[in-house]
């Protein structure tokens, strides 16, 4: 396979820098959720129930707040958003090994809230770096760091944790935030194309005007695709924990992980690959027939490589419809919408497929995440189907010239 694709995108003035910025940025993401229920169960003595709440807490803050950080960036730029998140960040993450739990849950939705939007940020920076015609090999590539990530980070959580403290890696959660929100204040990537930032300010769109039916249908395809991702990896839990080989998930999950990072690999680097509806369906499809092989552990493992390959092409063609959508001065919000629709799906995806197995068996597991996707799916369609409108664009008005990180909005 050609990777000629990949490094033509990574010759491209301060694409490397980025790159690598945004996935040392991602990492202390990856590591929070195992971190903090580690310490919840560990240090605070609490049940896995009582860690679940606190991770709701922190992905609902995410969820909900994502959009109106996106807006943030729009209206006043990037160094002040990551200089706002990187301070509430790395304060939560240090402080979080001292607080009690009753504390900790009522702290952890703000700081969800204004967690650093890693991968919002990464999405907008590529889209400013990388000429359209190039983009989608870079897209590709961010998630493939982002499968990257989270190999690592996870690992290195429970790691630090068992071995040194679940102090130990809260604090270094928190500092690596710090740390990287700094760099990325002083780099202070670009968020906006050359032409964009020529453009004189203008009067922000209305949320009716670009928010359409495709951009709306793309936003469920994603829900449902976190959906699918989310539901598969709670039943692989659930079937190689009824077959005894619960101690071989780290396996089954590496090799899902692989899997999509070939994907990626695969959807970056052929001349054309699928749009988002269809690499969606195929991700529903192909879950489908897993629910026919539970065991052994290593053929389960098989079984799930065809559906993840179609994982990170299908997060990549998301992100590609997004930038394409929405007008460039609403981009970070619409980035936000994005990060909110995967978190949703996400918090959809774990209750009810946990539903479903909780009243049958774990295969059905997967059939229920197949389904559900295909459902997503199928609305999804139904929007696309209805005519597309122009994307509106900034109209120019009498004002002083923009902010120095990126073209100044208002409303």
Request: aromatic content about 4%; charged content about 10%; overall charge positive.
């Amino acid at each position: 396979m050609p990777l000629k694709p990949y490094l033509e995108v990574l010759r491209l003035p301060g694409m490397r820098t980025s790159t690598l910025l945004m996935a040392l940025a991602r990492l202390p993401m990856t590591a929070m959720g195992i971190t903090l229920t580690l310490h919840v169960v560990s240090e605070l003595g609490r049940g896995y129930g009582a860690a679940g709440l606190v991770g709701t807490a922190t992905t609902a803050g995410t969820a909900l707040a994502a959009p109106l950080v996106g807006r943030m960036i729009d209206r006043h730029g990037l160094r002040p958003v990551v200089a706002v998140c990187g301070l509430v960040s790395t304060a939560f993450w240090v402080c979080v090994p001292y607080l009690p739990y009753p504390v900790l849950v009522v702290a952890a939705l703000p700081a969800g809230a204004l967690v650093l939007p890693a991968g919002s940020i990464a999405r907008q920076v590529i889209t400013a770096l990388v000429p359209p015609a190039r983009r989608r090999t870079a897209y590709s590539l961010d998630t493939i760091s982002l499968e990257t990530t989270f190999m690592i980070g996870p690992a290195l959580g429970i790691a630090v944790s068992t071995q040194l403290s679940s102090t130990v890696a809260l604090t270094g959660i928190g500092l690596t935030f710090g740390l990287c929100s700094a760099v990325l204040y002083a780099v202070n990537p670009p968020i906006r194309t050359q032409e964009e930032t020529s453009v004189p300010r203008g009067a922000r769109p209305r949320i009716h005007t670009w928010l359409s039916a495709h951009l709306v249908a793309t936003l469920l395809i994603a829900m449902g695709a976190l959906f699918v991702l989310i539901g598969t990896e709670l039943a692989a839990l659930a079937a190689l924990r009824e077959s005894g080989d619960v101690g071989w998930t780290g396996a089954v999950i590496a090799v899902m992980c692989v899997a999509s990072l070939v994907g990626g690999l695969i959807h970056g680097a052929v001349p054309r690959s699928l749009s988002q509806l269809p690499l969606m369906v195929l991700l529903a499809v192909l879950v489908l027939p897993v629910a026919l092989v539970a065991e052994p552990w290593w053929l389960l493992a098989l079984v799930l490589v065809p559906m993840n390959m179609a994982c990170a092409p299908t997060l990549a063609a998301t992100t590609e419809a997004v930038s394409r959508l929405a007008p460039a001065s609403v981009r970070g919000e619409a980035m936000g919408l994005q990060d909110s629709a995967s978190r949703i799906g996400m918090a959809l995806g774990a209750p009810v497929i946990g539903f479903v197995m909780d009243n049958s068996q774990p295969g059905w597991g997967f059939v229920a995440a197949g389904l559900g996707g295909l459902l997503f799916a199928v609305v999804g369609f139904l929007l696309l189907r209805r005519p597309a409108r122009p994307t509106p664009t900034d109209r120019p008005v009498e004002a002083g010239p923009g902010s120095p990180d990126s073209v100044a909005t208002t409303r």
